[in-house]
Each structure stands twice: as C-alpha cells, then as structure tokens.
C-alpha cells in the first residue's frame, strides 16, 4: 500500500536552518551546533515524509521571506478560534510542568529534562568580596571543556528569540516550587526570596542560566503541546527543534525512566543492534532506534548546507526511504486485535530497514560511526493523569505513534564531524556584534563544598 506520511516541522527548527543557510546573520556563535541539528532535524523530516507542512504564525515582518525559502513545505494559516484554543490549552499544559528545587539542585519534574539535556545545573552564590550573586551554574567534570554546555545554553537562548518572532498568546511559564516554602511561585518569588535570606545579596549572576532555563522549559512544553497538537489535526507526524523534542523526550522519562534509559544505553553499547524494544502484553511499546546522522553523509556529497537540502528532496524518493515511511506510517494505524504480535513484527521490519540505512547512508570516520538515537513510542492507551498523557492528549480517540531524538548524542555526533564541520558553516554570515556568550560553570567536585569563590544556595 502507498503511503502519504505527512510531517510537520516547527518554525524554531527552520530559524536554526536560516541561520545556518547564511539567510539571518548569527549573533550568538555558541547557536552553530544547534543550528546543525535544527538541519538535520530539516533534512531527516524531508527523507521520512512525502510532504511537509509548517504552522504559518510567524510575525509579518518574519513571515513572507520564510514562506519563500522553504517552498517545499505547506504553511498552514490556522482559523484564528482554532489557534486561540490551542495556545490557551498549551499555556495551561506548560504552567502544569512545575520547575522545583529541592536544596540547590531541580528536583520533581524537570529532572527528567535535565537528564535527556545531559546536564546536571545548580543554585549557587558566585562571590566576590562581601558581595554575593545568584547564579544557575552547570556542574562539568572539566571547566576548559563546555562546548556542550555553551551549545545547550544556546538553545535555551533561541527559545525566547522564537516566542518574541511567533503570534502566539500570552506566555505561561512553569510553576516554580521549593520544597518547604510554599509562598514561592514563580521567578522572581524565588529570587526576592534568596534576596531576603542573605544580607550580602547583589543580584543575579550576569553567566547565570537561571532565567534562561526555566524560561526554555516553559517554552519549550508549550510549543511541544501546540505542535503535536496541529500534528494531530493534520494527520502529520511532528519533527520538533531539539529542546522540544528533549522536552518530549523527559514526558516519557517521567513515566518510565528506567525502561527509557536502559533502551537507549543498550543502543550505545552494543554496536551491532540497531533497535531495542519493550511490548508489553497490551501491545504498548517502547523503542529506541539507530539512524545515520544523514548530515554527516550529505555534506560529505555537497559543498554546504543548501546542497544538503537540495540532495535530501532527490533522496526522499529512494525504496530505503519508501520502505521506511511504510514502516513508520504502519505504527500508527495498528488494530486493537492482536497489537502485541503487530507492534513486534512492525519493529522487527523497522530493524532491518534501520539497519540497512546504517549501511547505506552511515557515516564513518575516526570516531567510528556516526549514528543518532531517537526513542519512540507506539499503540499507547493515553491516561490524562500523566505528563506523557496530557502533552499527546489530541491523540487519545486515534493510534499513537511518535519518535523523539536524542539530543545528546546527536550533539556528539556534531563533535566527530571533524573537517565537514567547516563545510557545514560556510554560508554562515556573522553579525557584526558576534560572540560566545559565556555561562557559569563549576567542578562536579565542589557541587556540595564552598569556597572563597563560592558555595551552594540554598533557602
């Protein structure tokens, strides 16, 4: 049977694209590794779909130019009462995700994001002399060494860039909440709070990532609602910028953690699979895929990231990547008869079809391999008591499949590019006020220790 997978891309992955085309110029040169993975997310969703839709809510001043560089994708223009109840529902969706801390350190919830970002942030005082400033510092086992970091950072960054650039609703952000203080609600309830509870208080770090990541979490759950909400209206699947699919990624960690982190270490373990997989008896699956990081193979076939694009439109059309969106596209129409013995065989396919793309499009250098890990899920019974129930709730009377990428490995993956980063980067147009913002950064070591510089903050 021929298939029409349809996939809707949102507009922070295409900002990411432009910048990285040369289109916008680049003010935060920290943003080129996200950029790249916003690129891969573009050319991954060109190779799994037959069409591509996009949500035409950009700002006009925004809007017409990207309508004109993307040509191959549908932009929706939603009935003004249709995008008005599905801002409302997903600001109510991320004011629900509560951001707590517990000591120093997030705890509830946002863990589980802070786990799928592979980053481990806490409260701390920065001091300089009798003065001491709030900051959200990030524990790293070697302070010479935060690409990583610096590049996450900037994807909190684009975060509010992409709520300044959309016509969505007011923004809601999480709920703040620190164990044993139930006055605390929000950002600045948290920060008057420290600033009461130390005399020496200055402030709050100028590196301090604290208003930038609970403003990146908030954001990013209200978009990841939104979008898998049209998603769900268009029939589409939805390929979301990295932080989003992060987000969705942390939903999934909150209901099963453990199952979720073994499928995914199992994968980078053993080099030879190319699929794991849980199916319970109801048929609910959870699995963890390797795909080629499809950039690394098409810049090495192509001068720059345009070509990139270009080449990705010829392949979609190739029987590797047929076979695979049948494969995909199956996951989501599964019957209620029988589902275990479906959802087994459908995966036992996606593992050959996974497998054969490694040897078809698998990119290896030095490093060896470069693949990426997305995690997915299938044939779900949705329980709105749940945040993984609550973010996909538009799909609670139809199948339900979806795939996130994992977006620490896929940054990984941007390390071992080695030369075909350069290539990757020369449309690149700097702005004239160009720079590496830098972030607050401490040893793993002083995570519970002070000293003359600074010690944890707690309430």
């Known amino acids: 049977m021929t298939t029409n997978r349809l996939v809707l891309v ?4 295409l900002s990411g694209v432009e910048r990285l085309l040369g289109e916008s110029q680049t003010l935060n040169l920290n943003n080129i590794d996200n950029d790249i993975l916003c690129l891969e997310k573009l050319v991954t969703a060109i190779l799994f ?10 700002k006009e001043e925004y809007r017409s130019q990207r309508l004109r560089r993307f040509e191959f994708i549908d932009f929706l223009k939603l009935p003004p009462e249709t995008y008005a109840t599905l801002s409302n529902e997903s600001a ?8 707590s801390f517990e000591g120093s350190k997030p705890a509830g919830d946002v863990v589980s994001f802070f786990e799928a970002l592979r980053l481990d942030p806490q409260l701390r005082w920065d001091i300089f002399v009798s003065s001491e400033y709030l900051t959200m510092s990030l524990l790293v086992s070697d302070t010479r060494d935060i690409r990583y970091e ?32 139930p006055e605390i609600s929000d950002v600045k309830d948290l920060v008057q709070a420290f600033a009461s509870a130390n005399p020496n208080y200055r402030g709050s770090a100028s590196k301090s990532l604290l208003g930038r990541c609970i403003f990146g979490y908030g954001w990013a759950a209200e978009r990841s609602y939104f979008y898998n909400a049209v998603a769900a209206k268009e029939g589409a699947d939805a390929f979301l910028a990295p932080l989003r699919d992060a987000f969705c990624e942390s939903c999934c960690r909150l209901e099963s953690r453990s199952q979720v982190n073994n499928l995914i270490e199992s994968l980078k373990s053993r080099s030879q699979d190319t699929l794991a997989k849980i199916v319970d008896a109801s048929g609910q699956a959870r699995f963890a895929m390797k795909l080629p990081f499809f950039t690394a193979y098409l810049v090495s076939k192509c001068d720059n990231p345009k070509q990139c694009i270009e080449y990705a439109l010829q392949l979609r059309g190739n029987s590797d990547f047929r076979k695979c969106r049948d494969i995909l596209q199956n996951l989501n129409h ?3 008869q029988d ?11 996606l593992e050959q079809s996974c497998s054969s793309l490694l040897k078809s499009y698998g990119l290896s250098n030095d490093s060896g391999l470069q693949m990426s890990i997305s995690l997915g899920l299938s044939g ?3 329980d709105p008591g749940i945040k993984i129930g609550r973010l996909f709730m538009p799909y609670r009377n139809k199948p339900f499949a979806r795939i996130f990428r994992n977006i620490s490995q896929d940054m990984l993956n941007i390390e071992r590019l080695g030369g075909l980063y350069e290539k990757l980067c020369t449309s690149i147009r700097k702005h004239k006020e160009s720079s590496y913002p830098r972030i607050a950064v401490t040893p793993k070591f002083m995570e519970r220790r002070e000293n003359d510089n600074g010690r944890p903050a707690e309430l």
Not at 10 to 13: I, K, L, P, Q, V
Request: charged share 20%; glycine share 4%; net charge negative.
């Open 49 to 58: 779909s037959d069409s591509m839709v996009s949500v035409d809510d950009y």
């Open 380 to 382: 779900f019974s949705l």
């Open 339 to 349: 589902r275990y013995r479906e959802v087994n065989n459908i995966l036992r396919l």
């Open 92 to 99: 109510d969706f991320a004011k629900s995700m509560a951001f």
């Open 150 to 181: 610096t590049a996450l950072d900037s994807v909190f960054r684009n975060e509010t860039a992409n709520a300044d650039a959309v016509v969505a609703g007011g923004i809601s952000p999480p709920t703040i909440s620190v164990e044993g203080h």
């Open 10 to 13: 949102d507009n922070a992955t």
């Open 334 to 336: 599964l019957s209620t």
